[in-house]
């Protein structure tokens, strides 16, 4: 693994704060990527064994519905987080994930990573303190969709 | 060409003897916008009378034997006497103002209410959020800024609706977004894969948005509960309660105070708002059935 | 025997204070009606004193009283002929000041045009009210707010306001729902009237001790046979209006009202008051200080002609926060939160004082008797803010 990479989650919102010891052992299961635009970067019931912070890019997370088509729930930008599947199992994603964008992001191996947090339970809490801030963002944003705020209500 | 009010008072409806009498507009154009969204164009048949009017105010417009409705302004001040209204159809007046057609006439009282703090972001970064058809009160704010952009650091536009389809200023936004001293983010709710930008909440967009929160004039429209979202996100940040503006929206009969339909707490959405400092609103905002 | 003043006496200056008899009363509304006042005042009609046009002093209720309670109001007679011997019924000045029901324009399609057709000016109204009590006074004040002194006027308030004569009339006996000492708006009449009257009925003799409140006024009065009063005669009076300050009906406890409300939005009164409450918007519309509107756009079957029409509305009425597709204040629990929150609290912050003058209208015509005193009380009784020693019972 490239070492590295360290200074790179350093700089990255998603691991403000934490602890070099932490860093390193997470680099270590990190590598740079690249995908080009329209990349489907894995598809719904695909095994979850990676995670990406994106540094660069739009990422589309979607459904395909029955009688509707391809549907965009989420977009995933820069200094943002895509993937929490991997957190627990069966480790499937739910919906596919399509880059808008070329994208540049640093990719996560879910296993090794995993495996790490089992025997550091230090990093395990930080590591997964950070996922649970996303979780509740993301549920608060999904609410107010829910809401269908918008919509003409009359 | 009509001068800016920078004043808070307003100008030309005290000129009206008595405030309810409606003024005879003429229909120049009607525009559909977006679904169930239109635009009305219209003009002062006695267009001697000058007509100004400060962002974010609002006329009460009255269809010939149907009633009437209080609009927000959604025009660029500058081009007044002509006056652009976009609403939706959502009763019986609405619905009767969708089915004019140039060169029919409607009656109009106003300008009524407060306005954008816009002078107030003299020397500061500006970051208006808009939800929806809120935009539409909110334009008439950012044509006055781009005309004088250098009295104001950053700008940042950040505007939600529900899907692709109900951007509304499409063109408009476009043309914003290619002068490069606007930043325009804008998202939808859901969309259909051929949408190739942003997905979530306009909420989401604040907290990478780029704008210093500690020199930040914030101006909010849209959907209520979109309004209270928006806010938690931009005081999480560190926007000023004071500098945040929000504009509400009341039942209105008269549009000048002795009605008392649009009474929220102590305060007359027609003459103390409908812009209000998120400081002022605060008591009232989300509580039930106030 | 005391002597009559003759006619052609010196001018009445403000502050001036005369008495004149029973029998001379009829000249001053007869010298209101010569200057093309139209007298309106207390008269009987079906079972209540209600304000109507005055012809003469016959048409006021003589010898009757009110009893009034929550949800009862009944005339009785009295022993003595009093002309003022009642306090106020369900009519309050309002009603000509501000019309239940007023058109404000029409409006005529020519083709593609509409053009709008303001009122005429008809022959201004010159109104004369005769036996305003002190928190009607107030009451009118308050509206005078309201209308006048924002950045609005209404024009045809003002032009009613403006030419008004106000004959004001100290009350002899407090009613049965009386609290203006509470809100400091009476029993005395202390400003905003042209004449005020104290009617005294006291061994054989029947009198008023009258004030002069302005210039008019006292050109008025001086045609009037009378003469000046004198410490007797005032200290009388005063002794009156002592009385009628210890006698009230009700109470309320105004210290802090306003911060009171504010911060029991959630108080269980609500819900108790609810229970009780029909919604049916009597309080409002009897209430001397309501001013809400509504308007209303008709058409003929031509569709060529339209007016617009302005009529009181109420807080209590389902639709009256309408907003698309449903309305802010949805039970009736939150209206009648709405109501007395207004009146007691939020009118302060508004127009700088309190929206109650303590006519206690609200509570006689109310049918089931709600008293915003009892439910003010209520809600001071068991503030959310408890001392701390009222807090022990919830810790561990």
């Known amino acids: 693994m490239i070492h590295t990479l360290e200074p790179i989650l350093r700089e990255h919102p998603f691991f403000h704060g934490m602890e070099d010891r932490h860093l390193q052992l997470i680099a270590g299961c990190s590598m740079n990527v690249r995908f080009e635009a329209g990349h489907v970067i894995f598809h719904e019931g695909d095994l979850a064994d990676h995670f990406y912070l994106i540094r660069e890019g739009l990422v589309s997370v979607q459904f395909v519905v029955p009688h509707r088509g391809l549907t965009t729930v989420l977009t995933v930008g820069s200094g943002e987080v895509l993937g929490w599947s991997w957190l627990f199992p069966p480790y499937r994603w739910h919906f596919d994930a399509r880059t808008q964008q070329p994208t540049h992001a640093l990719a996560f191996d879910g296993k090794c990573l995993r495996a790490k947090c089992d025997e550091d339970h230090d990093l395990g809490y930080d590591i997964y303190k950070r996922f649970m801030q996303i979780v509740t963002e993301r549920l608060e944003s999904t609410r107010l969709q829910l809401l269908d705020i918008y919509g003409n209500h009359a | ?290 | 025997m005391r002597t009559l003043q003759a006619m052609t006496a010196e001018p009445l200056h403000v502050w001036d204070t005369v008495v004149i008899e029973r029998e001379h009363l009829e000249q001053l509304l007869q010298a209101l009606a010569t200057r093309d006042y139209e007298v309106l005042g207390p008269t009987l009609r079906e079972g209540a004193i209600i304000y109507d046009r005055l012809t003469s002093t016959e048409d006021l209720p003589a010898g009757w009283t009110d009893e009034q309670a929550g949800g009862k109001y009944r005339l009785k007679r009295r022993k003595d002929n009093a002309l003022f011997g009642y306090v106020v019924g369900p009519h309050s000045w309002k009603k000509f000041l501000y019309p239940p029901l007023q058109r404000l324009w029409q409006a005529a399609r020519n083709g593609k045009g509409l053009r709008i057709l303001p009122e005429e000016e008809k022959a201004k109204p010159k109104y004369a009210f005769i036996g305003v009590r002190a928190c009607e006074l107030h009451a009118i004040a308050i509206q005078d707010k309201v209308f006048l002194d924002g950045q609005f006027v209404d024009p045809g308030y003002k032009a009613r306001r403006e030419s008004l004569f106000l004959v004001a009339v100290n009350c002899g006996q407090a009613g049965g729902n009386c609290f203006c000492a509470s809100m400091n708006t009476g029993p005395k009449a202390t400003s905003g009237f042209d004449l005020a009257l104290t009617e005294t009925l006291q061994n054989g003799r029947h009198y008023f001790l009258v004030e002069v409140g302005t210039v008019c006024g006292g050109e008025v009065l001086s045609a009037i046979p009378h003469e000046p009063a004198n410490d007797t005669d005032k200290q009388h009076a005063q002794r009156l209006l002592d009385h009628t300050t210890r006698h009230m009906g009700r109470r309320l406890d105004t210290r802090g009202i306003k911060e009171l409300l504010y911060r029991n939005y959630e108080h269980p009164q609500w819900d108790s008051v609810t229970e009780r409450c029909l919604s049916c918007a009597n309080c409002t519309m009897v209430c001397p200080t309501c001013f809400c509107t509504t308007v209303e756009d008709v058409t003929d079957l031509t569709g060529q002609h339209a007016e617009r029409w302005r009529r009181w509305d109420s807080c209590f009425t389902v639709d009256f926060s309408y907003i698309h597709g449903g309305s802010v204040r949805a039970t009736p629990r939150s209206r009648y939160r709405q109501w007395m929150t207004h009146k007691l609290a939020t009118w302060i912050d508004q127009f700088g004082v309190s929206g109650c003058v303590g006519c206690g209208r609200c509570i006689t015509w109310c049918p089931v008797g709600i008293d915003i005193t009892v439910q003010a009380g209520a809600i001071r009784e068991s503030d959310s803010v408890k001392a701390p020693a009222d807090r022990s019972k919830d810790s561990a």
């Open chain 2, 1 to 290: 060409m009509a001068t800016m009010l920078e004043q808070i008072e307003v100008v030309t409806a005290g000129l009206v003897p008595d405030p309810m009498l409606p003024m005879p507009y003429r229909i120049q154009r009607v525009k559909q916008e977006t679904g169930d969204t239109f635009t009305l164009e219209i003009l002062a048949e006695d267009s001697g009378k000058g007509f100004s009017f400060a962002p974010g105010q609002f006329n009460m417009l009255y269809v010939f034997g149907v009633g009437e409705v209080p609009i927000s302004i959604s025009s660029d001040p500058d081009d007044a006497p002509l006056l652009k209204h976009t609403t939706r159809v959502v009763g019986t007046v609405t619905k009767a103002m969708r089915q004019l057609k140039r060169g029919d006439t409607m009656g109009i009282r106003g300008p009524f209410g407060s306005h954008w703090p816009v002078q107030e972001a003299t020397g500061r970064d500006v970051v208006i959020v808009a939800g929806g058809i809120g935009l539409a009160p909110l334009r008439p704010a950012l044509y006055r800024l781009m005309a004088e952009r250098e009295k104001y650091r950053k700008i940042v536009l950040l505007y939600g609706t529900r899907t692709p389809e109900d951007i509304l200023y499409r063109p408009e936004l476009e043309q914003w977004r290619g002068k490069f001293d606007l930043e325009i983010q804008v998202t939808v709710d859901r969309a259909a894969s051929s949408w190739r930008g942003n997905v979530g909440v306009v909420t989401t967009m604040i907290p990478r948005a780029p704008f210093d929160p500690t020199d930040t004039v914030a101006m909010v429209c849209g959907p209520e509960v979109m309004m209270r979202f928006t806010v938690m996100e931009l005081l999480k940040r560190g926007v000023a309660p004071e500098r945040t503006y929000l504009s509400a929206e009341r039942n209105m009969k008269c549009g000048i105070g002795f009605c008392g339909h649009c009474q929220s707490g102590p305060m007359f959405v027609c003459k103390d708002g409908p812009v209000f400092a998120y400081s002022r609103i605060a008591p009232v905002l989300g509580r039930s059935e106030v």
